[in-house]
């Protein structure tokens, strides 16, 4: 789950700086994954998450995908980010939080409004 919302941060960061149009948001999104996974400690087989993209991609764009390709946007990204790799989540202060206020039963609602944040461009601010 970490590994998703950092890609997703990543992903959103990249393309701040760069036009949609220029670069190709599928390889992006691999390139993403893939660091994301180092970043969080929890490293994947590129090959494993280029295969597995298959199921989720349009054929033309999954077959235009090669390991060389994501290994190069894999460093566009790092440039584009300054190598900022750090991405705070509030998946465990939402359960500390829930759990010193007694509200158990409203964790999995806030939880997918905190999955939710991800996908949009709506933030959730940290005071």
């Known amino acids: 789950q970490r590994v998703i919302a950092t890609a997703m941060v990543h992903f ?7 036009s949609l149009l220029e670069f190709d948001p599928y390889v992006l999104a691999l390139a993403a994954l ?8 929890c490293p994947d087989n590129p090959q494993r998450i280029l295969d597995e993209s298959r199921r989720f991609m349009p054929p033309a764009a999954w077959a235009r995908i090669r390991l060389e390709k994501i290994f ?15 991405v705070f989540h509030p998946y465990r202060s939402l359960q500390l939080f829930a759990a010193d206020a007694g509200l158990q039963s409203v964790v999995e609602t806030a939880w997918y409004l905190v999955n939710d944040s991800y996908r949009t461009e709506f933030k959730i601010c940290r005071f």
């Open 12 to 18: 959103k960061r990249f393309y701040t700086r760069h």
């Open 72 to 86: 190069d946007f894999e460093f566009m990204l790092l440039g584009a980010i300054e190598s900022s790799l750090i």
């Open 34 to 41: 893939f660091l994301s996974g180092k970043a969080e400690e």
